[in-house]
């Protein structure tokens, strides 16, 4: 299974890892929500300013409290501004469904099948997207 992590590999990347699990004949689960780009770019000043608050005032909550946490989360904001950026720019990787076809169109499937598609159940704005690949019997 991998979870929200997805986005974290290159087009080429996934490909190999979608041709290695076919080759080996094993199963793999792929799930993350995709935000819109669109939406992502325009309410970045928003999003960033709250996870960069989230950010700073939950460090007071974090055990076991140390003064480097203290120095580059509170004095110097660079944990937050760090986690911030992180956010916005997976928000902008994230793979689609129509982007993981296009990118695994090429792999030949007669063995193996691949089942690619979002889901709203969650969520009505943001979808779930989903990759199921098992080995054909």
């Known amino acids: 299974f991998i979870f929200t992590g997805f986005h974290h590999f290159k087009p080429n990347e996934v490909y190999q890892i979608i041709k290695n699990m076919q080759e080996q004949k094993q199963s793999i689960c792929i799930f993350d929500y995709v935000p819109n780009k669109i939406l992502t770019i325009l309410l970045f000043p ?7 608050i989230q950010f700073y005032f939950l460090s ?9 946490q203290l120095l580059f989360t509170n004095i110097i904001p660079i944990i937050p501004l760090i986690a911030a950026w992180d956010g916005f720019v997976s928000g902008l990787r994230k793979y689609s469904a129509n982007e993981l076809k296009e990118i695994l169109s090429d792999l030949n ?3 193996y099948t691949i089942s690619i598609g979002e889901d709203f159940s969650l969520s009505k704005s943001t979808p ?4 199921i690949g098992t080995a054909s019997k």
């Open 46 to 52: 928003l999003t960033f300013i709250i996870s960069f």
């Open 60 to 68: 007071f909550f974090t055990r076991p409290f140390s003064f480097y």
């Open 109 to 111: 499937t007669s063995n």
């Open 128 to 131: 779930m997207v989903y990759l």
